[in-house]
């Protein structure tokens, strides 16, 4: 995952929540990363709020958000 992905039109929705993106917004956005035993981790927040953890580019967690 780059630290910012432009929306393209194949991707308009957020694959976590199937929220719909607007076109002009990042899907997502790199927040943090680091190193450890097990690979490069990075935490990375959707345009509509979600957020996903991976594991050397891989997600191994995901987080919606809840819109009460």
Do not use: F
Not at 33 to 56: A, D, K, M, P
């Amino acid at each position: 995952m780059t630290p910012a992905s432009a929306v393209t039109p194949s991707d308009d929705r957020c694959p976590v929540c199937h929220a719909p993106t607007p076109a002009e917004t990042q899907l997502w956005t790199l927040r943090s990363h680091h190193r450890t035993s097990e690979g490069e981790v990075e935490y990375c927040v959707g345009g509509c709020g979600c957020l996903v953890i991976l594991v050397n580019g891989e997600m191994i967690k995901s987080l919606s958000v809840d819109r009460r």
